[in-house]
């Protein structure tokens, strides 16, 4: 297998390449990131040679000289590394080696060097890509995209459009994940030509104009200007443009007149012709190359008024990084499911579970137009919602959807989960459950509990049918906005944001000896199904643990994390011949991030039941050390750490948590997974969320909830272990995979956790746990 490395991997397009290449499964893909040591030609050699690495591929963003001599070094490093073969620099526009009547573009000057660098080399076979302009920015925001906004000739959000000329210039572009698909497609060529091209679509800045008013239904008001006026920078300014060097200072520390200046360039070098490869000669088109051997790519021609895209926020980038196909088991896959009993509102009436059916199927299309996010489909760029044209549209969705299964039960499903192409909901009609399963890119804890209190207020106040089946598009403004546009993630300084992550990182990789389930190897392969182990505590010791936990002023979060860290200790210990454990609990802690959202007095902003169906929890690490400590420090320590103000405590965390994030994509997507160390999730008191009954306005038809049950798929050898409390029990609910635990194994596990928040609480149970 070819071993690859993406200098630049979690940029924009850099991380695009990376997932496209691991897509392809053909390589073993590395990622060098900021913190690698450009500043040593010779340390980047020593580290292309360890990994036997054959293909290099650049992917900075070169807009400094710092930027500029790293590639220069790594240049340099790859022809001397005896394993490296082939280079792809940071090109990825269009031909550089042009005058400025061509391309003025003033940062061409570093994509030169590099030409120039590469011109001495003697053992490296390397290629230029040009993708042309890049189709996202003429989506934005509707479009999913890694790119940063800007605006070039067209300002939807404004109603406004600037062309040179008469606007008559020609343009090529491609999608950023089509570019970065055929980027990768481009190692499989046996011979690479000098100037390899991505584009999919060719469009005059006219014709452009045209199919974006055909988008939005209406005209925009048009302008045209000289090009001269873009070469001497003194172009009209785009609205969305001016507010976004206002938004984006560290993007642009000179302001406006920065973002004018590259607008002017790029703009003039397509009026000029630059963009246009219907001119370009002595190129291979890859488009044209696998056209048919790969699914079709998108044309800016073909871009439909009803689809809405949205790049994904800083946590769903790791569910992007670790999903699969529709059918195929994957990681943290999320299953809720909940027993219920239906009492109509005539008096004494019954209704069979198969004539409840059809109350069910109209409160899921019903929650699909108050929260349409739940249609939504996970791609590579991010999600995308499709809104529905006709009511056959609605009952399409509906049948692949909503789905009826006689003769099974929610466990059942839950052992068989594979993901499914849009998150979907089973009725076992004989055991009266409905079960939901989604990704995790669409719904974290929270957002689960709101859903189905959500699902069973829809049921007892049902809309009209003339609106659950409306086609006109206006649930669109009911899709939910991303924590990263309601938190404010600017950095304090530039890459002080990355900097952070790796701070708050360090604990992690410092630890010498972590408590963690023993596990000899080798590791087997994982099992395509799905285990569970539910322990439910009785209310009686529920009451003593909740009452200890008040009368001690601890969580009773804290108090279960902490008893999890002594119970993976003690099992470490037994099954060590020496009993030996680790010293030391290394956890990740999920946090709800709605309460630092903006609120409904800010008319601008959407109404916070916005918040509630989406994901919209972080992760932060932490180190737990009990030795020497007693339980109650252990646990006042874990209280301090969930219950802190998040901003507070961390005035620059929000920049933080996307580098952090982007940094734990490698060790999740490893194969094969090897971490042994529980994992944990409280959902906290469940009744504060889903009302133990439901009823309509008079009172008389009723919805009891009889049971709940929360869990994610787990595809490696630990355990997945989740708390919460409902109907004043407790319940600890251990997902895990069978092919590394036994049934025996899980419940010693669970009971374990029990006695340790017992006996550290002092409380001794009466009767059954």
Not at 476 to 495: F, G, M, Q, V, Y
Request: with cysteine.
């Amino acid at each position: 297998m070819s071993v690859v490395v993406v200098a630049g991997g979690l940029g924009d397009l850099g991380r695009l390449i990376t997932n496209a290449l691991f897509e392809t499964g053909k390589y073993e893909v590395y990622i060098m990131s900021r913190k690698t040591d450009y500043s040593s030609e010779d340390s980047l050699v020593e580290q292309l040679t360890e990994k036997h690495v054959h293909v290099v591929i650049c992917a900075f963003i070169m807009d400094c000289d710092s930027a500029s001599d790293a590639q220069l070094r790594l240049i340099r490093a790859a022809n001397r590394c005896p394993s490296v073969e082939r280079y792809i620099p940071s090109e990825f526009n269009v031909e550089y080696n042009v005058g400025d009547n061509i391309f003025p573009y003033q940062e061409k000057r570093f994509h030169l060097a590099a030409r120039r660098e590469l011109d001495k080399t003697s053992t490296l076979e390397y290629t230029y890509i040009y993708p042309g302009m890049f189709m996202d920015y003429f989506g934005m925001p509707k479009v999913a995209s890694s790119l940063r906004p800007l605006c070039f000739f067209v300002d939807p959000e404004s109603g406004q459009a600037v062309l040179p000329g008469d606007g008559e210039a020609k343009m090529s572009m491609t999608f950023t994940t089509d570019a970065a698909r055929y980027i990768a497609l481009a190692l499989e060529l046996d011979e690479w030509p000098r100037v390899l091209t991505t584009a999919t679509s060719t469009v005059s800045l006219n014709e452009l104009l045209g199919l974006v008013e055909k988008n939005l239904g209406r005209k925009l008001r048009v302008r045209y200007q000289p090009v001269e006026k873009l070469l001497r920078h003194e172009t009209v300014d785009l609205p969305t443009n001016i507010d976004i060097a206002r938004r984006f200072p560290n993007r642009f520390p000179q302001g406006l007149d920065q973002l004018r200046g590259l607008i002017c360039d790029l703009e003039a070098g397509v009026a000029l012709g630059a963009f246009d490869f219907g001119k370009l000669r002595g190129h291979l088109d890859l488009v044209k190359t696998f056209e048919g051997r790969v699914p079709a790519p998108k044309r800016i021609e073909e871009t439909g008024p009803n689809t809405y895209s949205q790049p994904y926020g800083f946590q769903e980038v790791l569910y992007n990084a670790i999903s699969v196909p529709p059918g195929s088991p994957g990681l943290f896959l999320i299953g809720s499911s909940v027993t219920f009993h239906y009492t109509p509102s005539f008096p004494g009436g019954t209704l069979s579970s198969y004539r409840i059916a059809p109350l069910l199927r109209n409160a899921w299309l019903q929650m699909r137009q108050q929260y349409p996010t739940l249609a939504a489909e996970n791609h590579a760029e991010g999600k995308v919602y499709i809104s529905p044209a006709s009511s056959a549209e609605l009952d399409a969705w509906l049948a692949t959807t909503f789905i009826v299964m006689p003769g099974k039960t929610s466990a059942e499903l839950w052992k068989t989960l594979v993901k499914t192409k849009q998150m979907t909901m089973y009725f076992c009609p004989e055991a009266r459950q409905l079960f939901v399963q989604a990704e995790h890119h669409i719904l974290d804890g929270r957002g689960i509990m709101n859903f189905w209190d959500r699902f069973f207020k829809a049921l007892t106040s049902p809309a009209r049918i003339q609106d659950i089946m409306r086609t006109d598009g206006s649930e669109i403004s009911h899709l939910p906005p991303r924590s990263d546009d309601l938190l404010n993630t600017a950095e304090k300084k530039p890459r002080r944001g990355e900097q952070h992550a790796l701070e708050l990182l360090a604990p992690l990789v410092t630890m010498s000896a972590p408590i963690s389930m023993p596990m000899s190897g080798p590791l087997p392969r994982c099992s395509p199904h799905n285990s569970a182990l539910e322990l439910k505590v009785s209310a009686r010791t529920t009451e003593s643990i909740m009452a200890a936990c008040k009368a001690q002023r601890l969580s009773v979060t804290a108090v279960w994390h902490a008893a999890v860290v002594l119970a993976t200790q003690s099992i470490q210990a037994k099954h060590n011949e020496r009993a030996v454990a680790g010293t030391q609990f290394a956890c990740f802690g999920n946090f709800d991030l709605r309460r630092y959202f903006p609120g409904p007095e800010n008319a601008a902003l959407p109404q916070p039941d916005a918040y509630a169906l989406s994901n919209h929890h972080g992760v932060l690490p932490y180190v737990v050390t009990p030795g020497g400590k007693t339980f109650s420090q252990v646990a006042h320590e874990l209280a301090a750490f969930y219950q802190q103000d998040l901003p507070k405590a961390d005035p620059e965390l929000w920049s933080a948590l996307g580098p952090m994030i982007r940094m734990m994509v490698p060790e999740f997507t490893r194969v094969p997974l090897e971490e042994t160390t529980p994992a944990l999730s409280s959902l906290g008191v469940v009744d504060k969320f889903i009302a133990p009954s439901y009823a309509d306005a008079g009172g008389k038809e009723r919805w009891r909830v009889e049971d709940v049950w929360f869990g994610d798929t787990v595809t490696g050898p630990w355990l997945e272990h989740f708390m919460w409390g409902w109907q004043e029990r407790l319940s600890l609910n251990t997902c895990y995979n069978p092919a590394y635990y036994t049934h025996a194994e899980v419940d010693e596990f669970n009971q374990l956790v029990v006695d340790k928040m017992l006996h550290g609480l002092g409380v001794m149970s009466r009767g059954k746990l």
